[in-house]
């Protein structure tokens, strides 16, 4: 049986609004997901065993259960044992670009991107719905993951709304290596620190949802205005993660005073992202903070908006 080769998108966060507490212990969120063309590749292979078995060459990605790709799966393996049991075990291969603990749903697009990988390799036929529902069970981001492109998520994330795609937009991502941001810590910091100003009648919560629906970013989105999409970039966990993260903080700064249209941490970070109209706008800013930096531990990316989201390249 031949290898499935799957490219898996990176995310960013445009716009991203803590809301509340949920039941689930989550949090209600209203958000603006953007894919990039930053992204992993995954191969599948049928090992004719009974197991699943994960390689990447990360450092820091575990390869056992704790692995989304792995998790995902497992999920496939147990939702339909009589396939599992027809084409056996898989190994799974992760070439990892997208950096790690990043606030970049490096993790959750490779969640996706086996989810979408099963269902061809077994040719089960799921719709995308279908592999959404599957993929919520993974984690908040993994529903975007497999849809990709520019989305309104609210609840725990996983509710999506499709925007029009943007594709004419360059973020340049920049992230120290070294240090990570965990997305548990970050909101149950945000928890502790601001939770008396959360939301809790379903009514508010309602009209909170909805104003993000009919809210400026959107309408700058629709009117594809790249000067104001990147003024109206938001991120509540910067509230969290700047003061607690001080290089995070000065990295922001950083970025801000080389006058890109706008600067924004992605999810719980550590990656800061500047926008640019252009490539060649993004490579200037990229060199000068470069420049400006100087340091070996920092990564930078220059990458363009995207409406992929999992792509089956072989
Ligand atoms: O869903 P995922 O596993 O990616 O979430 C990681 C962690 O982030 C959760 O365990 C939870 O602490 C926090 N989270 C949250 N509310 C969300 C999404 C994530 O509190 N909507």
């Known amino acids: 049986m031949h290898t499935y080769s799957l490219l898996a998108h990176a995310k960013i966060n445009l716009y991203l609004e803590v809301i509340g507490d949920r039941p689930d212990g989550y949090h209600e969120l209203a958000m603006v997901l953007q894919s990039i063309d930053l992204a992993d590749r995954i191969d599948l292979r049928a090992n004719g065993t009974n197991r699943i078995q994960v390689h990447c060459d990360h450092p820091q990605v575990p390869t056992d259960e704790r692995n989304l790709a792995y998790k995902a799966a497992a999920l496939m393996t147990e939702e339909f044992p009589d396939t599992f049991s027809q084409f056996g075990g898989i190994d799974i291969t992760i070439h990892k670009r997208i950096p790690v603990e990043a606030g970049l749903a490096g993790g959750s697009c490779n969640g996706a991107a086996v989810l979408v990988g099963l269902d061809l390799m077994w040719k089960l036929g799921l719709t995308q719905i279908e ?60 928890r502790q620190q601001f939770g008396e100003a959360y939301v809790s009648n379903r009514q508010d919560l309602l009209g909170r949802r909805q104003r993000v629906h009919s809210g400026s970013m959107v309408a700058a989105i629709s009117h594809r205005n790249n000067e104001q999409i990147a003024q109206l970039l938001h991120n509540d966990l910067e509230r969290v993660v700047l003061p607690a993260q001080p290089r995070v903080a000065q990295l922001k700064k950083a970025m801000q005073q080389l006058n890109p249209l706008g600067v924004m941490m ?24 470069q420049q400006q930096l100087a340091d070996p531990d920092l990564g930078i990316w220059v990458t363009r908006f995207t409406a992929n989201g999992i792509q089956l390249i072989r």
């Not at 990656?271 to 060199?287: D, G, I, K, P, Y």
């Open 266 to 289: 992605s999810g719980s970070g550590s990656t800061v992202f500047a926008l640019a109209n252009s490539r060649a706008q993004a490579e200037t800013l990229r060199s000068q903070l």
């Open 131 to 190: 592999l959404q529902e599957l993929g919520a069970k993974l984690g908040s981001d993994v529903p975007f993951c497999i849809a990709g492109g520019t989305a309104i998520a609210t609840g725990r994330g996983e509710q999506l709304s499709p925007l029009p795609s943007l594709e004419d937009m360059y973020a340049v991502l920049a992230k120290y290596q070294s240090l990570s941001v965990s997305t548990g810590w970050a909101y149950q910091t945000y």
